[in-house]
C-alpha cells in the first residue's frame, strides 16, 4: 500500500492549494484516509479525513470553513482543497490511511509528505 501526496508549494496569505494523495494498493473507497499536518516544533495533527460510512468528514476546528477534503475514486485519490490560506497553516502536510472504515484510531500507513507555506 503506498500513498504520494502532491500540490503543496508557496502561497501568500489569502491563497489556495490543492493537495492530492494518491494511493496504490487499496482503493480509496476501502478505508478511512486522512490529512496531517506537522509544523516545526510541533507536534503531527490531524487536519481531516474521509471515512468510507457515507463519506463522512470531518475537520480540526481551526480550518473548518476553509478546508474541504474529497475522494475521486476513479482516479484512486484523496484530495484536500485548501482556501484563505494562512500563515498558521504552514507545515508538512501528510495523508494516511489503516485498515479500517473509520477516522478514529492510529494510522498505519503514510505518504512522504508535502511542504506547504504560506507566507507574503
Known amino acids: 500500500l503506498e500513498l504520494v501526496e502532491s500540490g503543496g508549494g508557496l502561497v501568500q496569505p489569502g491563497g489556495s492549494l490543492r493537495l492530492s494523495c494518491a494511493v496504490s494498493g487499496v482503493t480509496v473507497d476501502r478505508y478511512a484516509i486522512g490529512w496531517f499536518r506537522q509544523a516545526p516544533g510541533k507536534e503531527r495533527e490531524e487536519v481531516s479525513c474521509?471515512?468510507?460510512?457515507?463519506?463522512?468528514?470531518t475537520y480540526t476546528d481551526p480550518v473548518k470553513g476553509r478546508f474541504t477534503i474529497s475522494r475521486d475514486n476513479a482516479k484512486n485519490a484523496v484530495y484536500l482543497q485548501m482556501t484563505n490560506l494562512k500563515p498558521e497553516d504552514t507545515a508538512m502536510y501528510y495523508c494516511?490511511?489503516?485498515?479500517?472504515?473509520?477516522?478514529?484510531?492510529?494510522?498505519?500507513?503514510w505518504g512522504q509528505g508535502t511542504q506547504v507555506t504560506v507566507s507574503s
Open positions: 494516511g490511511t489503516k485498515a479500517s472504515y473509520y477516522c478514529d484510531g492510529e494510522y498505519d500507513y
Open positions: 474521509i471515512s468510507t460510512i457515507n463519506g463522512r468528514s
